[in-house]
């Protein structure tokens, strides 16, 4: 049970943020590439948020983690959703 | 079987991208070699044991001050409350990270060249020696940072603002490797094109690291400001301590032989055209870094062997494809092969670990058992690191030299007592302290000082 949630954490916390904001702003791109951008994109945009948030006294917890990761993925698809494709 | 090569869309041969999965198999099975290699010590380098000590610290009493704006913190603390163990983040996370330099090398390569050579550059990373080194080493934070860079490099070339994120934690995180990709992007500001994109998101790179580490980047700051960042402009004690730590250049420049001339190839080629290449200024870059001596000029050896093994991609390729219809050709990449394989597998299998025997490092453990004030000694700084991680206790680090014997132990006499010296293999003998009556020993490389007040 423990693995399967690290599993699962994992996947949330190191992929779908990632791939929300890949899936918004880079269009075109093969599955490999999606992938380690969706990592790369993940392991960056989630600790910095979290850091800002520490730096304003919100210290990191579990739900803080969450719900800020959760965030992140809404903001991109609703982006995604209102047309916003590109970062350029 | 599939054929390995396809015919492509546009009637190119394409390479087939199952090719991937051979260097990554290589990859992964070379990085979990040293933990069945040495069972039951610390496997990597002595950064291991600091790493494990702010990991778990942090993660038990995240509201220290040097926990809060730390991203490596950040990132264990995450994995962490996500479900991983301390060695998992310590350990599975690095390897983790090799896999991701290793895919974004392919990912660089593969937008500034095109896919075969990024095949080939993977191969060469999954093969390099002096990239195994660099694993060995330890350096949890460089790694992240080194592949963190190469993506950085892929979001520029797609213009995309995506970059600011990515290079500015990169940027907090790694301010070393922050500083050649600062000098690439300077150069690739002078001398390339988009210079409104270049300058936007190098402001919000900027931006971002400095808000987050403005502290180290300010630590730094007079070592540039009163001798240039140059190590040869420092006091002799602390040239030693500044060259950085990795193998020095003359090695270096060994164990790449077989693929730096690749890399110059492609690199005369590209300044021939006159084209703005941002891999080229960061080889540049780094190769400039390390000629002039700069602060921790060795590690950026592992940078530049980073660029060279990317440039070197397209090179090796034509040379393979140029050479591979003749008997002799055939025989010569063979020779290559051999060469790179053979002193890839010397240096997987003959290096070790600081601490090789298991039962130094339970002994080390053991001072976690002693008294809650007691203090762990040491004579030699490589060993701070394992102190730090496993004994529990203040530790000092006190070189003990033939003409300080007497005020050693006047210095010891002014600590709370009791001190517990570790001696262990890598440390010179000391016969001066293994056969004091001041110092009784305790196990195979523990001593207890005997002198002293008890306060």
């Known amino acids: 049970m423990k693995t399967f949630l690290a599993i699962i954490g994992s996947l949330y916390f190191l992929i779908a943020p990632g791939l929300a904001l890949t899936l918004t702003f880079l269009k075109n791109i093969d599955w490999l590439d999606r992938l380690i951008l969706s990592f790369t994109l993940s392991i960056t945009v989630v600790p910095l948020v979290i850091i800002y948030l520490n730096l304003t006294g919100l210290l990191l917890t579990l739900p803080l983690a969450i719900i800020s990761t959760a965030v992140i993925i809404t903001i991109s698809l609703l982006l995604r959703d209102a047309g916003v494709s590109s970062l350029r | 079987m599939p054929s390995q090569i396809q015919p492509g869309a546009a009637g ?153 994120p990515v290079a500015g934690l990169m940027g907090s995180l790694h301010p070393l490797s922050f500083l050649p990709f600062g000098l690439a992007m300077i150069a690739q500001f002078i001398f390339g094109q988009n210079k409104k994109f270049i300058f936007i998101s190098g402001t919000g790179i900027l931006l971002i690291a400095f808000s987050i580490n403005w502290q180290e980047f300010t630590n730094w700051l007079p070592y540039y400001t009163t001798s240039l960042g140059i190590t040869k402009n420092f006091p002799t004690d602390l040239t030693e301590v500044f060259i950085g730590h990795f193998v020095n250049f003359s090695y270096y420049r060994q164990l790449i032989l077989i693929y730096l001339p690749f890399a110059i190839i492609n690199l005369v080629q590209i300044i021939w055209k006159r084209q703005a290449n941002l891999i080229v200024f960061y080889f540049l870059a780094n190769l400039l870094i390390i000629i002039l001596n700069f602060i921790f000029h060795n590690r950026f050896i592992v940078l530049l062997d980073l660029a060279a093994i990317i440039l070197a991609g397209r090179p090796v390729l034509d040379f393979i494809n140029s050479l591979r219809w003749t008997w002799a050709g055939r025989l010569i990449i063979s020779l290559l092969i051999f060469g790179l394989v053979t002193s890839f597998s010397y240096q997987l299998w003959s290096i070790e670990p600081f601490i090789t025997d298991p039962e130094e490092i339970n002994e080390l453990k053991s001072l976690a058992l002693t008294e809650k004030n007691s203090i762990a000694l040491t004579n030699n700084r490589l060993y701070l690191p394992f102190l730090n991680a496993y004994s529990q206790r203040s530790v000092i680090e006190l070189p003990l030299t033939r003409n300080n014997l007497v005020s050693y132990y006047s210095i010891l006499d002014t600590y709370q007592q009791p001190i517990y010296l570790h001696l262990g293999e890598k440390t010179e003998n000391n016969p001066e302290l293994k056969n004091n009556r001041l110092f009784k020993q305790v196990s195979k490389h523990i001593w207890q000082y005997q002198g002293g007040n008890k306060k």
Request: charged share 10%; net charge positive; proline share 4%.
């Open chain 2, 12 to 164: 190119k041969r394409e390479i087939n991208q199952y090719w991937l999965l051979l260097p990554l198999v290589i990859l992964l099975v070379s990085r979990i070699i040293p933990f069945l290699h040495w069972p039951g010590v610390v496997p990597l380098g002595a950064d291991a044991a600091a790493y494990l000590h702010n990991f778990e610290s942090c993660f038990s009493n995240p509201s220290r001050n040097d926990c809060l704006s730390s991203p490596e913190i950040t990132i264990s603390n995450l994995l962490q409350l996500a479900g991983w163990s301390i060695n998992g983040v310590l350990y599975g996370f690095y390897i983790l990270s090799v896999v991701f330099v290793g895919l974004a090398v392919y990912l660089v390569t593969k937008e500034y060249f095109d896919r075969k050579a990024a095949i080939t550059s993977l191969i060469i990373f999954s093969l390099s020696s002096s990239q195994f080194l660099a694993y060995f080493a330890f350096y949890w934070k460089m790694m992240l940072a080194m592949g963190l860079t190469l993506v950085s490099f892929y979001l520029i070339k797609k213009k995309t603002y995506l970059v600011i």
